[in-house]
């Protein structure tokens, strides 16, 4: 007979009280992988001999755009070329040989030609204040004491002393209805983070708004301003204390992609929920 979906009740005192803004997403998503993570202990591993593929790309671009972030204000029209030296100085530590290179410096060159402008328009308004920055926000909910915390990929200042939050997106950017829907709310999360003066380099700010940036490939930003910021960030708090009391409590239990609209095809634990076995069996759809 086919078994049971695993369904694990740890006791409280096993029950992770400190998150990250990305593993909030985990455990709206895919509350088993929280279960495996941060109860179990484990980790997946990368494959031996991998080679340079989208997570690589993603970690190259970021690094060039905080090294760019980093220097001196650069005129608009220098900006394309600082860009293309840090990509040509820093691409081989990331595995981007000479056969990937061609595949992706005129993807890299259409980038850089966007980013210059973007970050242009953003300079006019306000200045870096956060480059791949460390926050963290601890609060209590019913007696219990938790911690989320947060890696900004860039938080600037505005000229009016507001925040706005940016995080560099390799592929497609959520959708903001998936933001809205609380199914991706890691720049929201961030903001009650900022609001709660989580990074020192910051203080405490109101939060003007925030921005997902596709680096590569057609222009799919993302962003929320104004109003509507800060209605979402009221919505992501409520959400916040809902989702954590929820896992605060013995009878709920850490299961696997409950959720087929929101499921990740690629899940770090699914072969530890035997998830692949389900689908054969119709289980899931």
């Known amino acids: 007979r086919p078994a049971a979906a695993p369904a694990p009740t740890p006791p409280l005192a096993a029950r992770p009280r400190r998150y990250s803004v990305t593993q909030i997403e985990t455990l709206l998503r895919d509350p088993y992988a929280i279960y495996a993570r941060k109860v179990l202990r484990l980790d997946r591993l990368d494959p031996l001999g ?15 755009l905080e090294a760019y972030a980093r220097g001196a204000g650069t005129a608009p029209g220098d900006a394309q070329s600082r860009l293309r030296a840090l990509f040509e100085e820093r691409a081989d530590a990331f595995g981007l040989d000479a056969a990937h290179m061609r595949f992706w410096r005129g993807r890299a060159e259409d980038a850089f030609a966007r980013i210059a402008i973007w970050d242009a328009e953003r300079r006019a308004a306000g200045a870096p204040a956060v480059l791949e920055g460390k926050g963290r926000w601890s609060f209590a909910i019913d007696g219990a ?17 507001g925040a706005y939050i940016i995080d560099y997106k390799s592929g497609d950017p959520p959708s903001l ?44 930003a993302q962003s929320l301003a104004g109003a509507e910021a800060t209605e979402l960030m009221g919505e992501t708090r409520e959400g916040l204390v809902s989702i954590l009391t929820h896992y605060n409590n013995l009878s709920t239990s850490f299961v696997s992609q409950p959720r087929p609209q929101y499921a990740n095809r690629f899940g770090d634990f699914d072969h530890l929920a035997r998830r692949r076995e389900r689908l054969a069996q119709g289980g899931e759809e």
């Open 145 to 161: 004491e938790f911690t989320l915390s947060a890696q900004a990929d860039r938080i600037d200042q505005l000229s009016d002393g």
């Open 177 to 220: 209805d998936q933001q809205k829907a609380m199914f991706s709310p890691q720049l929201a999360l961030t903001g009650l983070i900022v609001e709660a003066g989580g990074f020192e380099e910051l203080g405490v700010a109101a939060v003007h708004g925030f921005e997902f940036l596709r680096v590569i490939g057609a222009d799919k």
């Open 50 to 64: 991998d080679e340079f593929g989208p997570r690589y790309l993603g970690n190259l671009f970021h690094d060039i």
